[in-house]
């Protein structure tokens, strides 16, 4: 199921999403909103935007957030995740 959050104006998706390899559920989201997030200098640009940040584990695509299965995007996390 797909969720919706407003910051400056738009609405970006927002996902849980199930990782059963670390048996963790999570709450992804897509590129355009980390580029909301962060700045240049990767500084978070409000502090609304540090909360939503702390809120999500990881940034996908945005062609992904939507369209992607549960299993498709467990596997594009788990293949860039850095520990």
Do not use: K
């Amino acid at each position: 199921m797909t969720d919706y959050i407003t910051i400056g104006g738009s609405s970006y998706p927002i996902r849980e999403l199930r990782l059963e390899e670390y048996e963790v559920d999570v709450r992804v989201s897509c590129e355009s909103l980390e580029a909301v997030i962060f700045d240049e200098e990767n500084e978070y640009t409000s502090r609304e935007a540090q909360l939503l940040d702390e809120i999500i584990f990881f940034y996908v695509p945005d062609d992904m957030i939507e369209d992607a299965s549960d299993e498709e995007l467990e596997q594009y996390i788990t293949d860039n995740l850095e520990w």
